[in-house]
C-alpha cells in the first residue's frame, strides 16, 4: 500500500512538470479567504510541482505588476498618474504579499478601476451627445505604450473626447461614401444632409460603446482576479496559464469536440442573449426549433415548475442555466 500512494504521488508531480506549460483551475472563488487558498496552491505548484523553478524576487514582482496594470488598462483611458503613483509603493512587494496571502494590491488595483470604470461610462455619453468640430484639426495619440498617464480627470476625459472623435469621423466618413455612391447611382435620389450623417456617425459610436460597456459590467471581480493571478503564473513562465473555471470548460470543449447543452453560440446584446451561430450535428440543429438571431428570454429545465428569466443576466451565468446533461453520441 505505501509503495502504490508513493508511485500515485510521483504520477501526480509526473503530470504536472512533463509539460513546458501549465493550466490550473479550482472552483470559483467568492471572498478573500478563498482567493488566499487559490494563490496558496497556486505558489505552491509553482515553486515546488513546475519543471524550471523561478525565483519569487523584486524582478518577479515587478513583472507582474507591469503585467498586470497593462492588461487592466492597455489604452490608458481609466487610471490617472496619481493612481499609478499610489501603486508603485507595490511594485517590489507582490512577490512578499503572495508568500504572505495578501491582497492588497489587487484589491486596490481593482477597487480603484472600478471607480475610474464608472467614471468613464459617463464621459463617454456626455461626449457623444454633442456634434464633433471636424473643421477644427486636432491630433491623437495612439502609441500606448509610450503614452503617459493623463494627469487628471479633466485630462481623461479629453483623451476619450479625441477617442471618440477619431472613432466618430471613420464612421461619418463611411457614410458620407455611401451618400455619394447612392446620389451617383440612383435617379432622384435626395441625399441626406451632413448634419444628420454625423449625429447617424456619433449614434453608431454611441452604440459601440454601449455594448463594450454592456459587456465590461457583466465582469465580476472573480474575472479581474482571474487576470492578476494570469499575470503571476506568466511572468513565471510565459508558457504557463491559470484557466478560471469557466475558460477551462470552454477550453475543454474545444480540446475534446463534444458539446454539450443545446449546441449554439451565444451573444448577449443590451441585455438580452440572442443565438448568433447554430452549432452543426448539436440538439438545436437536429431540432430546428431556433435560429439565428432567435433571443432567449427564458430557460426552464424538464424537472422545474417555472422558467427563469436570462433578460439582464450576465451570459456566463445564463449559459449554465441553458447548458443541459452532455449529448449520447
Known amino acids: 500500500m505505501r509503495l502504490m500512494k508513493k508511485n500515485l504521488k510521483v504520477l501526480f508531480l509526473a503530470v504536472l512538470v512533463a509539460a513546458a506549460s501549465c493550466s490550473f483551475t479550482t472552483r470559483e472563488f467568492e471572498d478573500n479567504d478563498k482567493d488566499k487558498l487559490l494563490i496558496d496552491l497556486i505558489t505552491y505548484v509553482l515553486e515546488r510541482g513546475h519543471y524550471s523553478p523561478k525565483d519569487m524576487d523584486d524582478e518577479f514582482s515587478a513583472g507582474v505588476y507591469d503585467d498586470f496594470l497593462t492588461t487592466m488598462d492597455p489604452l490608458k483611458r481609466y487610471f490617472l498618474e496619481s493612481d499609478m503613483e499610489e501603486f508603485a509603493q507595490y511594485r517590489l512587494q507582490i512577490d512578499d504579499q503572495l508568500q504572505q496571502k495578501d491582497l492588497t494590491f489587487f484589491n486596490l488595483v481593482y477597487t480603484r478601476f472600478a471607480q475610474r470604470q464608472s467614471e468613464a461610462q459617463g464621459y463617454y455619453k456626455e461626449i457623444l451627445d454633442q456634434p464633433f468640430d471636424y473643421s477644427k484639426q486636432e491630433q491623437i495619440d495612439v502609441d500606448y505604450e509610450n503614452m503617459t498617464y493623463a494627469k487628471s480627470k479633466k485630462d481623461l476625459k479629453e483623451r476619450w473626447r479625441k477617442q471618440l472623435k477619431f ?163
Request: glycine share 6%; charged share 35%; no cysteine.
Open 167 to 329: 472613432t466618430a469621423i471613420g464612421n461619418f466618413y463611411d457614410l458620407m461614401e455611401e451618400e455619394k455612391e447612392k446620389v451617383e447611382n440612383e435617379e432622384g435620389y435626395t441625399a441626406t444632409p451632413e448634419s444628420e450623417l454625423e449625429e447617424k456617425a456619433r449614434t453608431t459610436s454611441r452604440t459601440s460603446m454601449d455594448e463594450y460597456f454592456d459587456f465590461t459590467n457583466d465582469l465580476e471581480r472573480k474575472d479581474y482576479f482571474a487576470n492578476f493571478l494570469n499575470s503571476v503564473v506568466m511572468e513565471f513562465d510565459p508558457h504557463t496559464n491559470y484557466f478560471a473555471p469557466p475558460d477551462r470548460d470552454r477550453f475543454d470543449l474545444r480540446m475534446s469536440g463534444k458539446l454539450e447543452g443545446i449546441g449554439a453560440r451565444l451573444q448577449k446584446r443590451n441585455d438580452y442573449i440572442r443565438i448568433v451561430e447554430v452549432i452543426s450535428g448539436g440538439p438545436a440543429w437536429r431540432g430546428e426549433h431556433i435560429e439565428v438571431g432567435d433571443q432567449i428570454m427564458k430557460v426552464k429545465q424538464e424537472d422545474e415548475d417555472e422558467a427563469v428569466s436570462v433578460v439582464g443576466m450576465r451570459l456566463d451565468d445564463a449559459v449554465k442555466l441553458i447548458k443541459g446533461p452532455k449529448v449520447p453520441r
